[in-house]
């Protein structure tokens, strides 16, 4: 099984990185209200660039100035494993082993929408599924003055990059 972890990622808006260990790299997307475990919710989830592996295991602070300026976290992490589909396919279907996040979800790419990297992830109906869900941060002030000590994220390996450069 691979791994994928959601940053709640405190950008110039509050947003959740959802990656997922494919191909060698994270492959990433920025979802706006965070993942929820109520399957009556289908939250935008836009394709961002490729991370390498290494980047799911980091936390700190983004320097201002630079792209993604802000304080990043781990929301939650685990394992997963695909049950059908691919980017390339449009579709993808998983089942999560996280602390937070558990069970059957899907990320679907929308066509024809506003965006050409838009996507929807959407929670699956099963043992897992929460109606009502809300999403909670975690980013608390000692866990800011914790991450505060960390240096920032250095890349040490290059990702392959499927997905167009998002501005």
């Known amino acids: 099984m691979a791994i994928f972890v959601v940053h709640e990622h405190h950008a110039t808006h509050l947003h959740y990185d959802f990656r997922l260990e494919m191909e060698g790299v994270l492959k990433s997307w920025a979802v706006p209200k965070g993942p929820s475990m109520d399957p009556a919710d289908k939250r935008l989830a836009v394709m961002v660039d490729d991370h390498p592996l290494s980047y799911g295991g980091w936390e700190g602070v983004i320097p201002e100035g630079q792209y993604g300026a802000g304080e990043v ?3 939650d992490t685990g394992r997963f494993e695909i049950e059908k589909g691919s980017p390339e396919e449009g579709v993808i ?3 999560l082993h996280g602390k937070k996040l558990k069970g059957r979800f899907a990320l679907a790419e929308m066509k024809g929408g506003r965006s050409p990297k838009g996507w929807l992830l959407i ?3 099963d043992e897992y599924a929460h109606p009502g869900f809300k999403i909670a941060p975690m980013l ?3 866990k800011l003055k914790d991450i505060s000590k960390n240096p920032p994220y250095e890349k ?7 997905a167009k450069k998002s501005g």
């Open 73 to 75: 976290i781990i929301w």
């Open 156 to 162: 040490k390996e290059k990702a392959k990059t499927h």
């Open 93 to 95: 279907e998983f089942m």
């Open 140 to 142: 608390t002030p000692k």
């Open 123 to 125: 929670k699956r109906n």
